[in-house]
Each structure stands twice: as C-alpha cells, then as structure tokens.
C-alpha cells in the first residue's frame, strides 16, 4: 500500500519560511511526477508546484517565492516556503503520479500551514 506523509507545517508570521517535506512508502515504482496541493477554507483545491523528471513548473501566485526539489530516493518531495503572505494560508497536500506499469495517483493526508498577518 502506497503512502505518502507529509511534514513541516506550522504557525508562522508573514515574510517568514517554511519548508515541507513528503516521503512516501510502499511503492515498487518510481513517480514520474510529485506536485504539492493547497485548499484554502472555502476555496477549491489548487495546484502549487509540481517536478516531473525535468522540469518544474509553479503556480503564479508563488513564483520566485517556493521551490520544490526532490532528494534521494527520487520518491520524496519538498517545498522550500520564502517570503510567505497571508493568502498563503493553507492545507498543503503531496501527490505522487505514477504513470509506468500502470497509472496510478496518490496522496498525503496534508498540512497545515498558517501564516498571520
């Protein structure tokens, strides 16, 4: 069984950092895509970032402000918070996308990351 655990958030205050980290487990296979998720109270889940094998790609709201990277083994994921706003405020969710034996979609159970004013 696939599961994917993510860490890091927290209470911060605006122009603060944070960084948070997904590790998955029980996959044979390596994920050809991991992204990062928030939902905001009230609002639909968005995507933040996602890396694939070569490339990453932002939502623009976060441009220039959050990183995302994967470390050894490839099947972990972070999110390097900078300069975090009040709108930042959020459930941060992992996903890991698996495309080869067969597709396959997974995801954490999420963080909270607050970030006051």
């Known amino acids: 069984q696939v599961q994917l655990e993510e860490s890091g958030g927290g209470l911060v205050q605006a122009g603060e950092s944070l960084r948070l980290s997904c590790v998955t487990s029980?996959?044979?296979?390596?994920?050809?895509?991991m992204s990062w998720y928030r939902q905001a109270p009230g609002k639909e889940r968005e995507l933040v970032a996602t890396?694939?094998?070569?490339?990453?790609n932002y939502a623009d709201s976060v441009k220039g402000r959050f990183t995302i990277s994967r470390r050894p083994p490839m099947n972990t994921v972070n999110l390097q918070m900078n300069s975090l706003k009040p709108e930042d405020t959020a459930v941060y969710y992992c996903?890991?996308?698996?495309?080869?034996?067969?597709?396959?979609?997974?995801w954490g159970k999420g963080t909270q990351v607050t970030v006051s004013s």
């Open positions: 029980g996959s044979k296979y390596s994920f050809d895509a």
């Open positions: 996903n890991a996308e698996q495309r080869v034996p067969f597709r396959a979609n997974y």
């Open positions: 890396i694939t094998r070569g490339s990453t």
